[in-house]
DNA sequence: GGTAGGATACCTACTGGACGGTATGCGGCC
DNA sequence: GGCCGCATACCGTCCAGTAGGTATCCTACC
């Protein structure tokens, strides 16, 4: 077991060098040299590990999704919480975590593969969907609301919000645009008595 | 001058083609011979017309914005309401003008040149700022609403939307999602007197 | 109005380098 | 000694860019 011990750090640092690469260059641009050089690692050691490139970045993708979900710890609050919560997981784990950043590279860049990338846009905005229908369940939502449309309109602005805030601030405003998110978008969908228990800002975990 | 217009036609199909190229590879995935291709158009013509691929890159995402902003006619109306339209020209724009798709997909690949990029999301925010204040002059606008917030918030929205409807259904839903977001927004921004004057749909200009 | 000369607009063939991927070898732990 | 986990050297391909030629047209001078 020693000896799989080795091999998994070497391709962890493989994942994180490709992550970190993918993150600054896109998919097309990134090179094998670059990977390899930032990971301290030879050819041999990383085609052993990954097949090819486009493997590696599916890697990069699937490791970035667990790790986001793996920050989100949900609260059994209200639905509506945990949408927002949510979203605040995605931005720290944006901030904090280089697999995520180079997952979300990779998965907006939907060209040369085009799978997994829908799956996840999918996934996201579908699981959305669903709190909403329990928020709606549970009267937190005004009547009438198109609950789909506004999923999508909540996964597409956060995933808007959080490329403008990379290209503009290098991320550090971005718990703040979330924040400035739901602060206008709230109002137009949840109503008072609701909106008055919902927290617009991050809530951070107590440390245990 | 017959001989400039000869020239002046196959400019314009090569920056046609690269902007579809780009637009559906990406920069550093498109490839000169792609573009050539489809043009029609030799390596020797197309380089005498652009000197390199980045210039190539820098003139379709000169020319995408200004298509972009030649379709939008300012209507004097309220100032909140321009913000409105401006976000259903770009979605307009993105669905009818290859040269429009090209420049924003190169624009949001901010990897290899980054620049005018950033230029183009600072300048499209400060606009729709600037914008905002007016409206808030006017009393359009909650008081106390932060401003730079907004309009951040407004243009990373419209962006991520984009992004996120062009993956799902290749952007056929588009015009209604962004219909989606103004509703979901306009609460948590305008006054109630104001937002029973404003269009939260498409405002279809008069053909003359 | 014909033609020399030059500029414009383009074509063809080529090059050098980089890049993804492979083949083969080899040390060390079980 | 056998296999896991790598290391090294190499290969074919592809691609951005260039060199140098050529046809077309415009200008100018006779």
Redesign the pocket.
Known sequence: ????A??L???QAVLLAAAEVFDERGYAA?????ILERAG?????L???F????ELALAVILEGQSAWLATWEPSSDSPMQTVIDLSYAFARALQDDVLVRGSIRLTIEHGSFTQPQVAAYQGWSDATRELLERAQEAGELHPGIDLRGAALVMQGAVTGIQLSSQVLTDRQDLIERIADLWTLLLPGLVQPHALARLSVVERVPAVS
């Open positions: 077991m020693a000896r799989q080795r091999a750090a070497t391709r990134a090179t094998m040299s670059d690692v030879t050819k041999g050691a085609y052993f590990h097949r090819s490139k486009e």
